[in-house]
């Protein structure tokens, strides 16, 4: 079963960080800010058309919005941009680091 109180949650976060009021958004979407509003609450469950109108929306995956995770081929991208950044000094003590972690 979904936990439709934290989807909102998730809805409500990831408009802010976006930088989205829920005028804004409500608009971009089609929706009232009355429907927004309900759906950040928990109180309306958005149909299926919706949350992938929202996802678009909000450059998120599907899976994140409804479970919280973040698509693990995101994370390792992010992982990899930030690791190859580093001096190769800096890679091989993360890479040591990684090897004491997975053991």
Do not use: W
């Amino acid at each position: 079963m979904f936990n439709f109180k934290m989807i909102g949650q998730r809805v409500k976060i990831a408009r802010r960080e976006k930088g989205f009021t829920q005028e804004s958004f409500s608009e971009m979407l089609g929706i009232s800010t009355e429907h927004l509003s309900r759906i950040e609450t928990g109180a309306y469950r958005p149909s299926i058309q919706l949350i992938e109108k929202i996802c678009s929306s909000l450059e998120i995956t599907e899976e994140e919005l409804m479970f919280g995770n973040k698509s693990d081929s995101k994370a390792n991208a992010e992982l990899l941009s930030k690791i190859t950044c580093l001096s190769p000094e800096k890679q091989k003590a993360v890479s040591i680091i990684i090897d004491l972690i997975g053991k």
